[in-house]
């Protein structure tokens, strides 16, 4: 869980501030665990974790957080379906905020 909360803080760090209701740090810990969601999709259909690595490093995430976040959703949440993934990271998201 340490390595999530870490890439959790560093991409929070990433997602632009939008304006809306919800606090930025809500916003921040949806887009988080949306992008997560995404990876344990390309992880069930069976799309390389390398593939998916460099995606993310192309939308501009830094390489080391790139291998982290897919690597912790392919390896350490294997057995999680992709909207367990994304509960997960939410909820150490927002509990990482409070």
Request: hydrophobic share 50%; charged share 15%.
């Amino acid at each position: 869980m340490k390595m999530i909360k870490a890439m959790i803080v560093a991409l929070a760090l990433m997602v632009p501030t939008q304006v809306s209701a919800k606090s930025s740090v809500q916003v921040a810990c949806e887009n988080i665990s949306s992008v997560a969601f995404s990876i344990a999709e390309a992880r069930d259909n069976d799309i390389p974790i390398v593939i998916v690595q460099q995606v993310l490093v192309g939308k501009g995430l830094p390489y080391e957080v790139a291998v982290n976040l897919s690597s912790t959703v392919y390896y350490v949440l294997k057995d999680n379906t992709p909207d367990d993934v994304k509960v997960a990271f939410y909820s150490v998201c927002l509990g990482e905020a409070a």
